[in-house]
Structure formats: structure tokens, C-alpha cells
């Protein structure tokens, strides 16, 4: 019996603004999935976390991607901590919930959701990456190095069994009507991979696969709420799955890449670009609503129980890593609205600058 790994995470309240969930938040939602999905033998093993203002709700089940009961089961627990939050006058209860009732599956419907429906290695393990306050693209970059870049992954070189590479199942998320979705193979898709993977509020990576085996070794959330909510409601905070070591990379390869501190779109009003900062578990948000942040945790199974977590990024190594990132932050910061600092204006479509836009152009005359 093949099993999932599904995560769906949302933002249903925070205190203080966009800063942490409450415990009390936290606690409802884990009691409603071991009430509803452990006792109801629907799960076989959960672990719920945060990252910035966002819940992440991890879960082990044998019924495979997209099924309605594990999904509803997410969607439901995110509704009674709505309840939980509107009592306790958290910001934004309720913000990434953004259809009126539950509809087969939460795709489409808000919360962030990432799958691997995978056939279980004796020793199988995964990293759980979770971001706030940017968009699903901010993966590009890290996994693009850590699946294609010897650099960074040096087990392309020297395992044989990663030496066919990696299959890129890369997302069109601008097309809204389907899922448009392109296939390439690194190394022989390589400057493709790349010239695609380097937009990331437009081309971003859904799934990889090995060449070698053909399983799947990642998978990432892909949602992007303005195009759901036709508005600003909040970035998109998107979570991955990555499975690593043996014929994948190994967890510190998948690891490497995020001590760049590369620049996302989010930060403030996920209106501006800023360093994405590798952050322990359970992290709040705080400078400028930032900056953009992910943590990373991971996790050992065996029959579909989950160990305790690993916090990667709980590390000294870290430390300095954040030290960076910081800097950086503070240095794009100075700029201001400015250019690079602020996103494009096709990013900021669904924001309050719409209106603004609208009335400054009625007011342009053209000079005879």
C-alpha cells in the first residue's frame, strides 16, 4: 500500500497583526485532526506547526493525493480555528479561507497544499519546507540548485544513483482556466529550466521527479491567492515536500542553497522584494511584516508514523546565515518604494495602487 504525505497550510489568525498564531489556535486545530482524522482512523500520523502568522497541518494517510476526506478534514480544522480566532480577535481570522464552503478538494480554494503519494523506503525521509510572506516561486532558485547544480548538489557527480538527474514539472501559474504545466529533464533542459525558473511570479516548479527511478522527489504548493480572490488578500506562503537522501539529494544538498538569502517577492503587503531568511520552526514574523522567511523540518517514517522533528535550520550555522540575511534586508529597505525595492506594477495589480493608477491617468494630457 503506497502512502501520502499531504500538507495544507493557511493563515486563520494572528496576533498582534501578521505575526504568529495564538497557542490556543494551534491547539484547536491539532485536537479537531487527531478528534476527526486519528480517532476516525482517517490519518495515521500528524504534526502541526507554524511559520510566521501561517498554520501548517502535516499529515500520513493511505489515500492517496487530492482525496476529499483528508482535504475537508484540513479545511475544517482551518474553519474551527476561524471560530477560535474571531474569539479571541486575532488579525485576519479566517484570511486564506477564501470560498464560502468546502468543494471536493482545497486546491483553489486558499490554504497552501503540497502531495507525494510515494511507495515508503526503509529508512524513508523528507524535509517539510514551509514560507511566509512570499509567493510559491521563492523555491525556484533552491531547488533548481540543489536537483540541477553540482555546485551545490554534489551527489549529481557522485552517486550513481542520481547520475540520470531530475525531471522539472514546471507550473504557468498566470493561466488561470487550467493547470498549464511543461515537462523538463535536467541536465539536457538545463539553460530551459533555467531561462523559465528565473520568473518566479510566473513559471514555478510543481513537481520533481528522478530520471533514474521515476519517483517523486519533491512536490511544491503552487496557489496564488490574487488569482483565486481576484485581490490583495495576503502572499502566497507556499509549502514543499522533498524527499532526500539515496537517489535523492542529500538533506544538507537541499539544504545549501537557502543559506543565499536570495530575493522573493513579499515582505510589507507582499508588495516588495526582500531576502528570503531561513528561520527556526515556529518563527514569528516582525520587521517591515518580514522579511520573507522559511523553515525547514525534517522528518524520519516507518509504516506511516512520523518521528519529532528535526529543525534543520536550528543550527549555529544558521545564526550567521540570518546575520546576512538581515543586512541584506535592511539594505533593499533603504531604497524605499524605488524600483527592485518595491514589485513590478503587475504584481500590485489587485492592491489599493489600482485605484490610485486609475485616477493619475485620467489626469495626463498629451502635449500638442
Not at 480555528?81 to 480554494?109: C, H, I, P, W
Request: proline share 5%; hydrophobic share 40%.
Amino acid at each position: 500500500m503506497k502512502l501520502t504525505i499531504s500538507v495544507i497550510k493557511a493563515d486563520v489568525g494572528s496576533i498582534g497583526g501578521h505575526i504568529k498564531p495564538s497557542q490556543k489556535l494551534k491547539d484547536v486545530v491539532a485536537n479537531f485532526v487527531y478528534e476527526n482524522g486519528i480517532k476516525k482512523g482517517e490519518v495515521v500520523d500528524y504534526y502541526i506547526s507554524s511559520t510566521g502568522d501561517d498554520i501548517a497541518i502535516l499529515m500520513t494517510h493511505k489515500k492517496g493525493a487530492l482525496n476529499d476526506t483528508i482535504h475537508k478534514l484540513a479545511w475544517d480544522a482551518f474553519v474551527e480555528g476561524t471560530r477560535v480566532a474571531k474569539e479571541q480577535g486575532l488579525y485576519g481570522a479566517g484570511q486564506d479561507l477564501l470560498k464560502d464552503a468546502f468543494s471536493g478538494n482545497v486546491k483553489g480554494m486558499g490554504p497552501a497544499v503540497a502531495e507525494m503519494e510515494i511507495e515508503e523506503r526503509p529508512n524513508e525521509c523528507f524535509v517539510l519546507f514551509a514560507a511566509d510572506k512570499t509567493d510559491p516561486g521563492a523555491y525556484n532558485l533552491p531547488f533548481y540548485l540543489g536537483f540541477a547544480d553540482p555546485m551545490y548538489c554534489a551527489g549529481l557527480m557522485l552517486s550513481p544513483k542520481m547520475g540520470k538527474g531530475f525531471k522539472f514539472v514546471i507550473m504557468d501559474v498566470a493561466h488561470t482556466e487550467g493547470d498549464r504545466v511543461i515537462e523538463l529533464s535536467a541536465p539536457e533542459d538545463l539553460y530551459d529550466i533555467a531561462a523559465l525558473l528565473r520568473d518566479n511570479q510566473r513559471f514555478v516548479i510543481e513537481h520533481i521527479y528522478s530520471d533514474s527511478t521515476g519517483e517523486i522527489a519533491a512536490s511544491v504548493s503552487t496557489t496564488r491567492l490574487h488569482n483565486i480572490a481576484g485581490k490583495y488578500t495576503g502572499k502566497d506562503d507556499p509549502v514543499a515536500l522533498v524527499r532526500v537522501q539515496g537517489a535523492f539529494p542529500a538533506t544538507g544538498e537541499i539544504l545549501a542553497p537557502f543559506s543565499i538569502g536570495h530575493y522573493v517577492a513579499g515582505f510589507m503587503r507582499g508588495s516588495h522584494t526582500g531576502p528570503l531568511m531561513p528561520v527556526k520552526a515556529n518563527s514569528p514574523i516582525s520587521y517591515f511584516d518580514g522579511p520573507p522567511v522559511v523553515s525547514a523540518q525534517a522528518f524520519s517514517v516507518k509504516d506511516g508514523k512520523l518521528t519529532e522533528p528535526a529543525d534543520a535550520f536550528d543550527q549555529p550555522f544558521w545564526d550567521w546565515v540570518r546575520d546576512q540575511v538581515s543586512q541584506k534586508a535592511l539594505d533593499i529597505r533603504r531604497q524605499g518604494f524605488s524600483g527592485c525595492a518595491m514589485l513590478p506594477y503587475s504584481e500590485l495589480e489587485y492592491g489599493g495602487i489600482v485605484e490610485k493608477m486609475k485616477k493619475l491617468d485620467g489626469k495626463f494630457k498629451v502635449r500638442k
